[in-house]
Each structure stands twice: as structure tokens, then as C-alpha cells.
């Protein structure tokens, strides 16, 4: 949409009018880069607190996936002021700003609008290196995938408010959508890799097919090889789908070539739409085990899914 709008154009500015990189760029000097970016959305948990924590998590994770670091952030807050609930209000905010005290982020202000139905996020300014960026069309062919956290949190939360899943076994996904992605980023910068994106909204494969279409190559990627959180499959096979996800499959069906032993579920599985997931990496070959040294160092864990290939944006999907 932002492309059909008149261009901004600045020598400073790392990425086009229009473009689909996680943040925006622009460049100070020899040794800094500006990343900013937003996000907010509707409650995906119960608890207030938790809320405010995962959507500002989310927020962080663009600058992450850019190879940056979060420094200021402001609020933004669509809430039902008038209905005197301004105790849980507060208790959104503070989940933010905790979050932002654990990333190193100060937390400056922002803007709230009375709305019945509450949203919260963030504008978040983050800073990197210039040679250290990391960019959705800088992956090629050879490249290994990994991931670094397991899909699902859609269906999840989708049955969760549907009182189809218990709070207990929503606990570890709600865990991982309010840990921030820094360590993650932190490994692929030590080791000196070039692409990246974050699992978010457009699901795994949509995200995925974003590297590609950038990079200008395909990827091959095995559904056995996808880490789920341990209730996804019994509650996709039930149905329990959020919208945005059957979204996301319409839209990259085009572009995925799936192997006729997945059915409807499992393809709706890797098109989850995701809250506050994990970082996409591609790796090279030469940097896989310096990835991996990271990694271990930091007490992280990622998951290798595939790798990209010679070959037009297309997604294979194996068993």
C-alpha cells in the first residue's frame, strides 16, 4: 500500500519508500544507524500485566530482527477510559515498561484514545551498526534456516478464548511471547550473519516468503523439522483457526508447493499467525557452528528448518 504513495527519498535513508524490511533505517553517521518502527494490538492473554509485557516484546522484536537495540520507546494506548478501568490501564503500561527496563529501553511518553476495546503498544527507536544490519534480501543459496521459538501462539490463543485450552497449557507459549528476542540477535550479529526477519503476523511461511521474494531465491523447509508448542496440532485439527491465519495461506498458496501428504491442517500450522515470535536466520555454511557456539554460550536454542535455494521465491514444503 505505502507504494503507491509519493516516494520519500533522503541519501540517509537505508530503506525504500515502500519497503518491507521490520523497521525503518536511516543513517547517522560511519557508525550508526537509526531503526524505527511500530505495533500494537488487541489482548491476547487475560491478565493485564502479562499483556503489556508481550506487546512490547512484540514491539522490540523489529529492531531485533534488524540487528539493533531498542533505546526509546513511546507508548500507545486505544483504551476504555471511561469505563473506569484505569487500574488495569496501568497495569498494561507497567507491564510495558518493565519489558523496556529489561531491554535497556527508556520509555518516554506516548498517546492514548478512549476506545471499547483495548489495544497497547509501542513506537520504538532502536540503534545499530551499519555494517551489521541485518536485512530480509541478504540471504543465498546454501543458506541453512533456523528458528529461535516455536509456533503456534494463534491456534493457541485462539482456543484459549475460546475456553478450548486451559491456562496451564497456554503457560509456556505465553512465556515465550513475553521473552524478549535480544539474545537471539545478539548470536546472529557475533557471528556475523547478513538476514533476518521475525515470525510474527504473516506466520512462518509469509515471513519466509518475504526473504525470499527480497533475496530473490526459493527455500526448502520440512514440516517435521517445524517446532510446535505441544497442543498446536490436536487444536488445528479441531479447528481451532484464527482468521488472519487462513489468511496467510491464501495468500502464500501461489508461491508454496506443498507435498500432497500434508493436509489443510498442517498447512495451516506453518501459516499460524504469529504474536511476539521468534527470529528467521539464515546462516551460511562458514558461520553455522560460530551460530551455534553463540548460541550455547547465551543458553539459547533454535531450531533448523531447511535451507534457501537457487530458484524463483518459491516455499517446498516436505513432509
Known sequence: MLRRLPPMADDRLLTASGHVEDAAAYLLDADRAILFT???FTPVVDD???FGQIAAANAFSDVYAMGGRPTLALNI?????????LDEMLAILKGGADKAVEAG???VGGHSVDDPEPKYGMAVVGEAHPARLLWKGAARPGDGILLTKPLGT???ATAFKGDELSESDFAEAVQSMRTLNRASAECATAAGLKAATDVTGFGLVGHLLEM???SGIGAQVRFSDLPFFEP????ARAGEIPGGTRTNLASV???LDADPSLGEHHLLMAADAQTSGGLLLAVPQDRLALLRAEFERRGQRAWPLGSFVDGPPRIQLLP
Open 38 to 40: 511500530t505495533d500494537f
Open 48 to 50: 493485564p500485566y502479562t
Open 77 to 85: 494506548v486505544l483504551f476504555p477510559t471511561r469505563a473506569h478501568r
Open 105 to 107: 529501553c527508556l520509555v
Open 154 to 156: 494463534g491456534i493457541l
Open 212 to 214: 525470499c521474494t527480497e
Open 232 to 235: 498446536v496440532e490436536r487444536l
Open 253 to 255: 498458496m501461489p508461491s
